[in-house]
Nanobody, 122 residues
Framework: QVQLVESGGGLVQAGGSLRLSCAAAGRTVTTYNLGWFRQAPGKEREFVGY????????YYEDSVKGRFTISRDNAKNTWYLEMNELKPEDTAVYYC???????????????WGQGTQVTVSS
């Protein structure tokens, strides 16, 4: 049984920063790809980014490039989403994901966190 536990969401003003964390229990994340999705009210779940397990390469959705950074700490079985220069349109529930494939498709990720709300006020 794999459990992903997120933390770090909250309310922030536009231009501010937040860091989300995702801790995995029940599985060592060393050989898994780790990522993040988000879902805004009334919208479909959207890919944010991921980091590969093998070459530490990151990939981001265009709207967050240069503002968001994904990192991983294998020793802590944890990965992070550092969000800077936040905009109101970044408001969403953010989900961490763990899986074996590299994909921007939500269906390709096997394990999901419970979600954490990020609200950016204008």
């Amino acid at each position: 049984q794999v459990q992903l536990v997120e933390s770090g969401g909250g309310l922030v003003q536009a231009g501010g920063s937040l860091r989300l964390s995702c801790a995995a229990a029940g599985r060592t994340v060393t050989t898994y790809n780790l990522g993040w999705f988000r879902q805004a009210p009334g919208k479909e779940r959207e890919f944010v980014g991921y980091v590969r397990w093998d070459i530490e390469r990151t990939y981001y959705e265009d709207s967050v490039k240069g503002r968001f950074t994904i990192s991983r700490d294998n020793a802590k079985n944890t990965w992070y989403l550092e969000m800077n220069e936040l905009k109101p349109e970044d408001t969403a529930v953010y989900y961490c994901v763990l899986g074996e494939v590299f994909t921007t498709n939500a269906d390709g990720w096997r394990y999901w966190g419970q979600g954490t709300q990020v609200t950016v006020s204008s």
